[in-house]
């Protein structure tokens, strides 16, 4: 079973990335898929959810109209698109797929600073 996240780096405020996390070794199209992040000496919380077939998704407030979840099961990728990003917005980021087990990612740094 694998995640593996892409797609971080630097990135000035007010601007945009996109996560990737492709998945391997399970049934993608069965998993609940969210992103988390974890800012620098706090600790991990969610970001993002995204149901089975991704008609369903849910936010946390503070990303709310600015980050948006999406998955293509053909691709067994789930994605995070990033938007008017802010400096409390740096952390590592990580995606967990949820089912009967759990798995994480390693996780890709995300760094929004001037």
């Known amino acids: 079973v694998q995640l593996v996240e892409s797609g971080g780096g630097l990135v000035q405020p007010g601007g945009s990335l996109r996560l990737s996390c492709a998945a391997s070794?399970?049934?993608?199209?069965?998993?609940?898929m969210r992103w988390y992040r974890q800012p620098p000496g706090k600790e991990r919380e969610l970001v993002a959810a995204?149901?089975?077939?991704?008609?369903?998704?849910d936010y946390a407030d503070y990303v709310k109209d600015r980050f948006t979840i999406s998955r293509d099961n053909a691709k067994n990728t789930v994605y995070l698109q990033m938007n008017s990003l802010r400096p409390e917005d740096t952390a590592v980021y990580y995606c967990?797929?949820?089912?009967?087990?759990?798995?994480w990612g390693q996780g890709t740094q995300v760094t929004v600073s001037s």
């Open positions: 967990y797929a949820q089912h009967f087990r759990n798995y």
């Open positions: 995204i149901g089975r077939t991704g008609g369903s998704t």
């Open positions: 070794g399970f049934t993608f199209s069965s998993y609940i």
